[in-house]
């Protein structure tokens, strides 16, 4: 069974950059597409990014500029970056597994909540 | 972006009742449309994709339809477990956009 299993700061100043990692365990990151997802509290979803175990990466318009995603296939983990943080990026950051690119999700980490305050 | 609504965004169910949940698509998506269960500090379970296909392992109680622009989730007997939070997302435009939830409440 995969499962996939995100680890973050817990807490990021404002105008500081925002890193998670994602760790897939139960089976292999080559050749699926990785994506991150948040949900500010109280507010819906919204897909971030994802990275190809190729490291090609495929950025959401309304944060491109700001994130960066990277992988690292010996340890089976992807990152994200997100930089220049405000107060608007207090979520919680879900990692999900994109089977084909098409941006369909059957897996789900179950999300680290960042929040960006002072 | 396309605009997902999911209605309701909260309803009260006992066990074993019949329960359907609707996303309407503010344009046509085809059936590019997939189903999420959420239940507090979980990871969100996938349940359905192309509109109808359940995932491997769903029970058969839950079904999905729908094409275009208006789709149906229908939980055909609910279980105890079902209780949750239910997402649709759309996945013909990009970018990939979600439903705004449904709480299944007891």
């Known amino acids: 069974q995969v499962q996939l299993q995100e680890s973050g700061p817990g807490l990021v100043k404002p105008s500081e950059t925002l890193s998670i990692n994602c760790t897939v365990s139960g089976g292999s990151i080559s050749s699926y597409y990785w994506s991150w997802i948040r949900q500010p509290p109280g507010k819906g979803l919204e897909w971030i990014g994802y990275?190809?175990?190729?490291?090609?990466?495929n950025y959401n318009p309304s944060l491109k500029g700001r994130v960066t995603m990277s992988v690292d296939t010996s340890k089976n983990q992807f990152s994200l970056k997100l930089t220049s943080v405000t107060a608007e990026d207090t979520a919680v950051y879900y990692c999900?597994?994109?089977?084909?690119?098409?941006?369909?999700?059957?897996?789900w980490g179950q999300g680290t909540l960042v929040t960006v305050s002072s | 972006a396309i605009r997902i609504t999911q209605s309701p965004s909260s309803l009260s169910a006992s066990t074993g009742d019949r329960v359907t949940i609707t996303c309407r698509a503010s344009?046509?998506?085809?059936?590019?449309l997939a189903w999420f269960q959420q239940k507090p500090g979980k990871a969100p379970k996938s349940l359905i994709y192309?509109?109808?296909t359940l995932q491997s392992g769903v029970p058969s109680r839950f079904s999905g339809s729908g094409s275009g622009t208006d789709f149906t989730l229908t939980i055909s007997y609910l279980q105890s477990e079902d209780f949750a939070t239910y997402y649709c997302q759309q996945y013909y435009y990009y970018p990939p956009t979600f439903g705004g939830g449904t709480k299944v409440e007891i």
């Open positions: 192309a509109a109808s």
């Open positions: 990275i190809y175990d190729s490291g090609n990466t």
């Open positions: 344009q046509g998506i085809s059936n590019y």
């Open positions: 999900a597994r994109d089977p084909t690119g098409g941006y369909s999700f059957d897996y």
